[in-house]
């Protein structure tokens, strides 16, 4: 694939990504320096995703502002796709979203679409991506929501509230509007055509606006939402993308639930952590020690680097520390992987504390089907 060429799509992820080009391509918009600045009047702080542009795109997200700067309320809304364990990636958009609940207390709805992903996944049975769906709502919950304004919807087990709203939306989509969109062929099943109607569903879950915070390759799902909305007589979705977050193998796609070797999850042990990042993560140093301490590394491309951008370290002085230590060649690549391992490895013996203890507190966060 040439070097500016990429796909982006719900399903495929493939090259290096240009954001700026993306955006032009999706039809978003930037994230602006005064919706940063609006955010954090509201909220008191501007959260480290947002100052780094790790949510660098949205639609409509300016109308949730202005709205709710007028005493109008909206509600969150993210998700899952169930075909493998949770890794750190998924968590990018859930974390970002518990941010943004307790700073403008509002609901939160988490779908788990159990039947897509038994849909496009050939190898996976139902009782796959059921048991997935339980795995990471404990993901989910481990991440300090609470059941009080925070619900999970599971597609198998909340049809019966899902589907009078999926089939509105449905009606006002054709086959055309889903080749277009996703590039469905004659051969696609019809659990996928379908399924876009019931991604939508939770959008409507509420009688006001919802926001999505959003891995942007879901984008086009919600862009047809978008153009349904207002034709059963919705407010339009707003959206807030995050970047794809890398794998173990560096720059190109996205961190994949099926690449054991090039993906962190959230169960992995301090050993495995160790072991992946020492082997597999992508490195942005030089060949040699002597080279490297001439040269310096590129952090731009190193994956150790970057998730302690994205995640990890959302301490900026610190992280421009680490980024002129490792560019000057003062740090090594080894020293860089070691700060990253000790970092996960904290975060992960916390989470999987919480998560154990969320076995216990699923059945408050099911939504109850009305």
């Given at each position: 694939?040439?070097?500016?060429?990429?796909?982006?799509?719900?399903?495929?992820?493939?090259?290096?990504?240009?954001?700026?080009k993306?955006?032009?391509?999706?039809?978003?918009?930037?994230?602006?320096?005064?919706?940063?600045?609006?955010?954090?009047?509201?909220?008191?702080?501007?959260?480290?995703?947002?100052?780094?542009?790790?949510?660098?795109?949205?639609?409509?997200?300016?109308?949730?502002?202005n709205?709710?700067?007028?005493?109008?309320?909206?509600?969150?809304?993210?998700?899952?796709?169930?075909?493998?364990?949770?890794?750190?990636?998924?968590?990018?958009?859930?974390?970002?979203?518990?941010?943004?609940?307790?700073?403008?207390?509002?609901?939160?709805?988490f779908?788990?679409?159990?039947?897509?992903?038994?849909?496009?996944?050939?190898?996976?049975?139902?009782?796959?991506?059921?048991?997935?769906?339980?795995?990471?709502?404990?993901?989910?919950?481990?991440?300090?929501?609470?059941?009080?304004?925070?619900?999970?919807?599971?597609?198998?087990?909340?049809?019966?509230?899902?589907?009078?709203?999926?089939?509105?939306?449905?009606?006002?989509?054709?086959?055309?509007?889903?080749?277009?969109?996703?590039?469905?062929?004659?051969?696609?099943?019809?659990?996928?055509?379908?399924?876009?109607?019931?991604?939508?569903?939770?959008?409507?879950?509420e009688?006001?606006?919802?926001?999505?915070?959003?891995?942007?390759?879901?984008?086009?799902?919600?862009?047809?939402?978008?153009?349904?909305?207002?034709?059963?007589?919705?407010?339009?979705p707003?959206?807030?993308?995050?970047?794809?977050?890398?794998?173990?193998?560096?720059?190109?796609g996205?961190?994949?639930?099926?690449?054991?070797?090039?993906?962190?999850?959230?169960?992995?042990?301090?050993?495995?952590?160790?072991?992946?990042?020492?082997?597999?993560?992508?490195?942005?140093?030089?060949?040699?020690?002597?080279?490297?301490?001439?040269?310096g590394?590129?952090?731009?491309?190193?994956?150790?680097?970057?998730?302690?951008?994205?995640?990890f370290?959302?301490?900026?002085?610190?992280?421009?520390?680490?980024?002129d230590?490792?560019?000057?060649?003062?740090?090594?690549?080894?020293?860089?992987?070691?700060?990253?391992?000790?970092?996960?490895?904290?975060?992960?013996?916390?989470?999987?504390?919480?998560?154990?203890?969320?076995?216990?507190?699923l059945?408050?966060?099911?939504?109850?089907?009305?």
């Amino acid at each position: 694939m040439p070097a500016d060429d990429f796909i982006v799509t719900p399903w495929n992820v493939e090259g290096d990504i240009d954001y700026d080009k993306l955006i032009k391509k999706f039809g978003t918009e930037k994230i602006s320096s005064d919706i940063l600045k609006r955010i954090k009047k509201i909220t008191g702080e501007d959260h480290f995703m947002l100052r780094r542009g790790i949510f660098f795109s949205h639609r409509e997200l300016d109308r949730i502002l202005n709205d709710y700067e007028k005493g109008i309320k909206f509600f969150l809304y993210t998700g899952r796709g169930p075909s493998g364990h949770t890794h750190i990636g998924h968590l990018v958009p859930w974390v970002f979203s518990k941010w943004l609940q307790d700073k403008f207390d509002v609901n939160m709805y988490f779908q788990l679409t159990d039947d897509e992903k038994f849909y496009s996944k050939q190898n996976l049975t139902l009782e796959d991506t059921s048991k997935f769906a339980y795995e990471n709502a404990l993901d989910f919950i481990a991440l300090g929501f609470k059941p009080n304004n925070t619900k999970i919807i599971i597609n198998t087990k909340n049809i019966q509230t899902l589907y009078p709203i999926a089939a509105q939306v449905a009606k006002k989509i054709n086959f055309s509007n889903t080749k277009a969109v996703f590039g469905f062929t004659n051969e696609t099943n019809i659990g996928m055509i379908f399924y876009t109607s019931l991604q939508s569903a939770p959008c409507f879950i509420e009688d006001k606006p919802v926001l999505i915070p959003l891995g942007v390759d879901q984008d086009p799902h919600f862009r047809l939402t978008r153009d349904i909305a207002p034709k059963i007589g919705k407010p339009k979705p707003a959206l807030i993308h995050n970047i794809m977050i890398p794998g173990l193998s560096g720059p190109g796609g996205k961190m994949s639930a099926s690449d054991e070797n090039g993906t962190i999850y959230t169960t992995d042990s301090p050993n495995t952590v160790k072991k992946k990042i020492n082997k597999h993560a992508f490195s942005g140093g030089q060949s040699d020690i002597e080279q490297h301490r001439k040269l310096g590394g590129n952090p731009d491309i190193d994956v150790s680097y970057q998730y302690l951008r994205i995640f990890f370290e959302p301490n900026d002085k610190k992280l421009k520390s680490i980024h002129d230590d490792y560019k000057s060649g003062k740090m090594l690549t080894g020293e860089l992987k070691a700060i990253l391992i000790e970092k996960i490895n904290e975060f992960l013996a916390i989470h999987q504390v919480k998560r154990e203890k969320a076995k216990d507190q699923l059945e408050q966060f099911l939504f109850e089907n009305k």
